[in-house]
T-cell receptor
């Protein structure tokens, strides 16, 4: 089975803290994604990566950065957390050139910023 | 711009009834339309998808229809069961391989 593992299910951080959300996939997928899920807004793409050390901005990259040093790991970084970044964060991976196939999601990381 | 609109936001049906969720998309060049189901506490999971060269696809109790002229597609669930209760997301593939999701529909199937 494809497995996408997000290291933390629940996090509580303070405004201004640096936050790392880690994601690891075990199926040798080329493509990895970070989405943010908010009620009434669906899933919005923050950043994605089609290869190691490659990254592209999605629709809402402001306030976020990413790192992909190894194929299986894609990290989302909040340099200085703010209360409007309280949300559910979903990592996903897929195989193939670009993004043409099924996305496999992790179970999510619910972040609360106080 | 790139947009997917999904309706309704919530849907409540009796067990055994049918449920229909509708989505519209903005780019006529879009050619891939998946549907994801998210159960409580889990990540979304692909349940069915359709490409633009077909108008309908079925998989047991679920089916998806696509009207490219009108730029809308729908998910149909027949003979609903309590385990169908979940949040459903439609999505459309835009240029550059960007998958844009709809706002989600919370389906509740009452026994």
């Amino acid at each position: 089975d494809v497995k996408v593992t997000q290291s933390s299910r629940y996090l509580v951080k303070r405004t201004g803290e640096k936050v790392f959300l880690e994601c690891v996939q075990d199926m040798d997928h080329e493509n990895m994604f970070w989405y943010r899920q908010d009620p009434g807004l669906g899933l919005r793409l923050i950043y994605f990566s089609y290869d190691v050390k490659m990254k592209e901005k999605g629709d809402i990259p402001e306030g976020y950065s990413v790192s992909r040093e190894k194929k299986e790991r894609f990290s989302l970084i909040l340099e200085s957390a703010s209360t409007n970044q309280t949300s559910m964060y979903l990592c996903a991976s897929s195989s193939g050139m670009g993004n043409t196939g099924e996305l496999f999601f992790g179970e999510g990381s619910r972040l609360t910023v106080l | 711009g790139e947009n997917v609109e999904q309706h309704p936001s919530t849907l409540s049906v009796q067990e055994g009834d049918s449920a229909v969720i509708k989505c519209t998309y903005s780019d006529s060049a879009s050619n891939y339309f998946p549907w994801y189901k998210q159960e409580l506490g889990k990540g979304p999971q692909l349940i069915i998808d359709i490409r633009s060269n077909v108008g309908e696809k079925k998989d047991q109790r679920i089916a998806v229809t696509l009207n490219k002229t009108a730029k809308h597609f729908s998910l149909h669930i027949t003979e609903t069961q309590p385990e169908d209760s979940a949040v459903y997301f439609c999505a459309a593939m835009f240029q550059g391989g960007k998958l844009i999701f709809g706002q989600g529909t919370e389906l509740s199937v009452k026994p």
